[in-house]
């Protein structure tokens, strides 16, 4: 009689489903993978989240800097970790549009080898000057460098840098003339010591410098002004049509369990919905705006194609 009661059990267990991963999840500690360096627009943005998330899920949320390779280290590391999400990507702009944009070959796809958690927001580039360029508009900044042909050059520290100002030197026949630097902030150095007149760069890096008055802004890239950068006009004033921001967002390697990224989602937002986290960000330039899985996706998509005709009409060759 007992031999066949533990038979009788063992079938039962044996027929039992196993528990599915997401109704555990999480159960050890999570990985976000961020792919600069600490200090940088990325890793200040995502940061701060961690303990609200750690609350949330109940474990450990920790972030890892994985730096190199302009963010195509930290992108493979997290596309060939397992779909089980405790490996999440901190993506960026550069990483997932205009990598795929600016190299010919890459070790992941960004199209195909993430699922979308969130989208945290944007942070647009302002177009700034050196103080002794006599102009206080973008109109007073174009008529002064078609006055001056080929003698004004504009710093650039990444390709999104040169973008806005090839494009606006292209389209409206300015005549101006890149000088790419290794980082932004070198490049930004040298506008500021008026060795360029110039240049492109994220907001966040040029805040400081604007309100000590080394620079001067004269338009944002953003569809709209700024909350920043009050009375700073966007740049698409001057070109229709114009927007370029990076965004920024988490991800998980394809095939995690929706369930999974609905609770990495739910946690994200629940982090990024304290007001005093969205008034330190609005203050540091970011757009904070919390996009669901489904629409972060879509977003990423139409990024990638953007950045693919950006770079075609900036005129910069894939490596």
Known sequence: ????????????????????????????????????????????????????????????????????????????????????GYTILAGATRVISANSALFKELSYNPRKDFDAVIGLGTIPQAVVVNPNVPAKTMAEFVAYAKANQGKLFYGSGTAGNIIPMRILSDRLG????????KSPPQALTDVVAGRMSAMAVDVSAVLGQIRGGSVRPLA??????????????????????????????????????????QALYQATRTAADREDLKRNLTNQGFAVRITAPAEFAAFTAREIERWAQMVKEAKIDPE
């Open 220 to 261: 944002v890239t953003s569809a709209k002004e700024a909350a920043v950068l009050p009375g700073v006009p966007p740049l698409a004033d001057t070109l229709p049509g114009f927007e370029l921001g990076v965004f920024f967002g988490l991800y998980v390697p394809k095939g995690t369990d929706p369930a999974i990224i």
């Open 174 to 181: 300015l005549g101006m003339t890149n000088v790419a630097y």
């Open 1 to 84: 009689m007992k031999r066949n009661l533990r038979l009788v059990l063992v079938a039962l267990a044996a027929g039992l489903p196993a528990l599915a991963p997401a109704q555990t999840y999480p159960t050890k500690p999570l990985r976000i993978v961020v792919p600069f360096a600490p200090g940088t627009a990325t890793d200040n943005l995502v940061r701060p989240l961690t303990e609200s998330m750690s609350s949330t899920l109940k474990q450990p949320v920790v972030v890892g800097n994985r730096v190199g390779g302009v963010g195509k280290i930290a992108a493979e590391h997290v596309a060939k970790s397992a779909a089980d």
